[in-house]
């Protein structure tokens, strides 16, 4: 006799992200492929955006400002993200004459290529799953799975040439590389709080697994402890403590972002997804709905709510 297939809660980690992401709408955008020689230098400002590197081939410095301490190598293969926007430099050297990007893409010296772009969810920085993050993450080419590796290949392959669909490629591409960052830094522990560390947690991971399986459910602080089998002061702390909201808190914003998905290809009523949703009137949702995304779920339905654009970079050559 098959084996009965697992349930939402005891599936593992990265399924609850997937639909997680999905959630959030996660958007890649590769802004610029520089191909480089020389004495090469990419000068980054601050931005609203989570920002990535990968060194395609060659090697650079990344430099972080006096405070931070030595620049560090990068080696191809290397990818840097930056949840929480930074001003930085990407340089041919481990020290820095001047501010300033200069870009070569003929003469002597060593020659580097790098893809660099935006990642982008909804709440940008302030996304549960970015919150989770270190201010820089940096996945080395020699400590990554073989399949991110590949995929650092790959994305380097399609920035060098000229191909139809390039930039749909190069997004496409570059929203699963966040995902196998994002894996990178479940296996190897490095997180330690937000809503990334609940999904390290046995216990904390049945209850958002149930949330987003049964989102409409009356769920109540009782019998999502019981999910999660403890006791209801130890879920609230154990919640709170990993989350970083209140476990109703984190339901009722779970609930309008899966609202929102819903009534932006207008095939549902106001009235049919807060009955789905577990609101027992169309004013409480409605209330609710504003409260938490700033905007009517009735404008949504029948316009959509406009994506963030990504604040605009400088010019940079290659791309």
Same mark, same amino acid.
């Given at each position: 006799?098959?084996?009965?297939?697992? !349930?939402?809660?005891?599936? /593992?980690?990265?399924?609850?992200?997937?639909? +997680?992401?999905?959630?959030?709408?996660?958007?890649?955008?590769?802004?610029?492929?520089?191909?480089?020689?020389?004495?090469?230098?990419?000068?980054?400002?601050?931005?609203?955006?989570?920002?990535?590197? $990968?060194?395609? !081939?060659?090697?650079?410095?990344?430099?972080?400002?006096?405070?931070?301490?030595? /620049?560090?190598?990068?080696?191809?293969?290397?990818?840097?993200?930056?949840?929480?926007?930074?001003?930085?430099?990407?340089?041919?050297?481990?020290?820095?004459?001047?501010?300033?990007?200069?870009?070569?893409?003929?003469?002597?010296?060593?020659?580097?290529?790098?893809?660099?772009?935006?990642?982008?969810?909804?709440?940008?920085?302030?996304?549960?799953?970015?919150?989770?993050?270190?201010?820089?993450? +940096?996945?080395?080419?020699?400590?990554?799975?073989?399949?991110?590796?590949?995929?650092?290949?790959?994305?380097?392959?399609?920035?060098?040439? /000229?191909?139809?669909?390039?930039?749909?490629?190069?997004?496409?591409?570059?929203?699963?590389?966040?995902?196998?960052?994002?894996?990178?830094? $479940?296996?190897?522990?490095? +997180?330690?709080?937000?809503?990334?560390?609940?999904?390290?947690?046995?216990?904390?991971?049945?209850?958002?697994a149930a949330m987003h399986e049964s989102?409409?459910?009356?769920?109540?602080?009782? !019998?999502?402890?019981?999910?999660?089998?403890?006791?209801?002061?130890?879920?609230?702390?154990?919640?709170?403590?990993?989350?970083?909201? /209140?476990?109703?808190q984190f339901l009722t914003d779970w609930?309008?972002?899966?609202?929102?998905?819903?009534?932006?290809?207008?095939?549902?009523?106001?009235?049919?997804?807060?009955?789905?949703?577990?609101?027992?009137?169309?004013?409480?949702?409605?209330?609710?709905?504003?409260?938490?995304?700033?905007?009517?779920?009735?404008?949504?339905?029948?316009?959509?709510?406009?994506?963030?654009?990504?604040?605009?970079?400088?010019?940079?050559?290659?791309?």
């Amino acid at each position: 006799m098959a084996a009965n297939p697992p !349930s939402m809660t005891d599936r /593992p980690a990265d399924d609850l992200l997937s639909r +997680i992401l999905e959630l959030y709408q996660l958007r890649a955008s590769v802004f610029a492929t520089p191909n480089t020689c020389g004495a090469w230098q990419l000068d980054m400002p601050a931005t609203r955006n989570v920002e990535f590197h $990968l060194v395609a !081939s060659g090697r650079g410095f990344l430099h972080l400002g006096l405070a931070e301490g030595a /620049p560090i190598e990068l080696q191809a293969g290397d990818v840097v993200v930056f949840p929480r926007s930074r001003r930085h430099i990407v340089s041919h050297a481990a020290t820095i004459e001047e501010p300033g990007t200069r870009l070569f893409e003929a003469g002597t010296g060593p020659r580097a290529e790098l893809v660099c772009g935006t990642f982008n969810l909804d709440g940008a920085q302030a996304n549960p799953l970015i919150v989770s993050l270190a201010d820089v993450v +940096i996945v080395t080419g020699t400590s990554a799975r073989e399949e991110l590796k590949a995929l650092a290949l790959l994305l380097a392959s399609e920035a060098r040439l /000229p191909r139809s669909a390039r930039q749909s490629v190069l997004d496409r591409l570059s929203e699963v590389l966040f995902v196998y960052v994002l894996r990178h830094e $479940l296996e190897r522990g490095s +997180i330690r709080s937000g809503l990334l560390s609940a999904f390290l947690d046995p216990t904390l991971r049945r209850a958002l697994a149930a949330m987003h399986e049964s989102p409409g459910t009356h769920w109540t602080i009782a !019998s999502l402890a019981g999910v999660a089998h403890l006791s209801r002061t130890a879920f609230l702390d154990r919640f709170q403590s990993a989350v970083g909201t /209140p476990p109703m808190q984190f339901l009722t914003d779970w609930r309008m972002r899966l609202a929102h998905l819903r009534l932006r290809d207008g095939s549902r009523s106001v009235a049919a997804v807060a009955s789905e949703l577990g609101y027992s009137t169309e004013a409480a949702f409605r209330r609710a709905f504003k409260r938490v995304l700033g905007v009517g779920p009735g404008a949504v339905r029948r316009q959509g709510l406009a994506s963030d654009v990504p604040e605009p970079h400088q010019p940079v050559a290659g791309g």
